[in-house]
């Protein structure tokens, strides 16, 4: 018995309305007054198109500041301080884990 013709012709279909679908447009982004991207149509948002100057994009500072450094340095010494606070645990010891049920009874 043949297929019905729809159903023979459902793959063709699918497969042109995929290859034919172009690409969705996007919208256009737009930057705040330090050059940062952010959505056009926000509040701080510069118009479309709108660059900030090479000059001050050269006077902006590459890196943190001093005390962006620090404040990292310190939250990532704060977690190893943390880790090693933490008690020791390799589940080798019968009494790293706590009685369960069933603990009881005999293994099969």
């Known amino acids: 018995m043949k297929p019905p013709l729809t159903r023979a012709l ?3 279909f699918f497969a042109s309305v995929f290859l034919s679908a172009g690409p ?3 919208a256009p982004t737009c930057q705040d007054r330090n050059g940062l991207t952010i959505k056009c149509g926000v509040e701080g948002a ?3 198109g709108w660059t900030l100057p090479f000059e001050e994009r050269r006077s902006k500072p590459a890196g943190p500041s001093a005390s962006e450094l620090f404040g990292l340095i310190a ?3 704060l977690l190893f301080a943390l880790i090693a606070l933490l008690p020791e645990f390799d589940g080798r010891r019968d009494s790293d884990w706590d009685r369960q049920e069933g603990d009881d009874q005999e293994r099969v």
């Open 75 to 77: 939250t990532i010494g």
């Open 24 to 26: 969705a447009p996007a």
């Open 46 to 48: 510069m118009p479309v």
């Open 10 to 12: 459902l793959p063709a």
